[in-house]
């Protein structure tokens, strides 16, 4: 009987957990370069159970837990605006920004981008946008960048590159915040017959890879497994009750 409510109370806890990752994509669907979080439940693990103190087991059932979330890097869409300071990437190439709080390097695929007070590129509220020299000094909103990250300037005089890192797809990566990541593992070569499905695209960027109708459907889906698991938990917990009241007959 116990293990009636203890498989519907982790279904609830499952349903929660993936209701609530659902929710923050949704919220962060106008977010630019934002990647979507997934829960990931675990296979059908073999869930053994002891009783009291007794060496010998109950036996087995097959039970499912979340396991991790992870981060969807699939490319999103691009809004254009024919802004300079609006980059996008096509490609499984990231921008670099070296953060505020702490100073690190960080990957993003946010591309709305301005300048700061002493006339660098930077992320606003996040930090300064990283070429291969370094923090990015631009000075005003007269610049063009081409397709491979090279920076110009009004004088077509070359200021810097942009630092792109690649992260292939299925890669785990740290999230911080909602549109920065940190990929921990050693910087790669984007591969040959990946780079001519790479450019840099100025004037545009990219949108979250959330798809409302998408999440929408697995949100429902979500409810309507939760209150299946709340109406079982409830009819275990009852027959649970009546066997105690007839035992004590």
């Given amino acids: 009987m116990n293990r009636g409510l203890y498989g ?7 349903q929660q957990r993936i209701f609530d990752c659902i929710s923050n994509n949704v919220t962060n669907i106008n977010t630019a370069g934002y990647r979507k979080d997934e829960i990931v439940l675990n296979t059908f693990r073999e869930q053994l159970y002891l009783v009291g103190h007794r060496s010998d087991t109950s036996g087995t059932y097959y039970q499912t837990y979340v396991d991790t979330s992870k981060t969807n890097l699939d490319q999103g869409g691009f809004e254009f605006t024919d802004s300079p300071f609006d980059v996008g990437i096509y490609g499984n190439m990231y921008f670099n920004i070296r953060y505020e709080k702490d100073g690190e390097i960080y990957q993003t695929r946010n591309g709305q981008w301005g300048l700061d007070s002493e006339g660098y590129l930077w992320l606003g509220g996040v930090g300064r946008v990283q070429g291969e020299n370094g923090d990015i000094y631009i000075g005003n909103d007269d610049f063009r960048i081409d397709e491979r990250g090279i920076i110009f300037d009004e004088n077509d005089q070359v200021i810097d ?15 911080e915040g909602d549109s920065l990541f940190l990929y921990e593992g050693e910087p790669m070569q984007i591969p040959q017959d990946e780079w001519d499905d790479f450019a840099v ?23 309507r497994m939760y209150e299946a698991s709340s109406k079982i938990f409830k009819g275990f917990d009852s027959m649970n009750q009546k066997g105690m009241t007839i035992s004590e007959l």
């Fill in 201 to 223: 695209i100025q004037g545009a960027y990219e949108k979250s890879n959330v798809d409302a109708v998408k999440e929408m459907t697995q949100a429902m889906e979500a409810h």
């Fill in 161 to 175: 590159t942009l630092l792109l890192t690649y992260i292939p797809d299925g890669t785990d990566v740290h999230k």
């Fill in 8 to 14: 519907a109370a982790q279904s609830m806890i499952n």
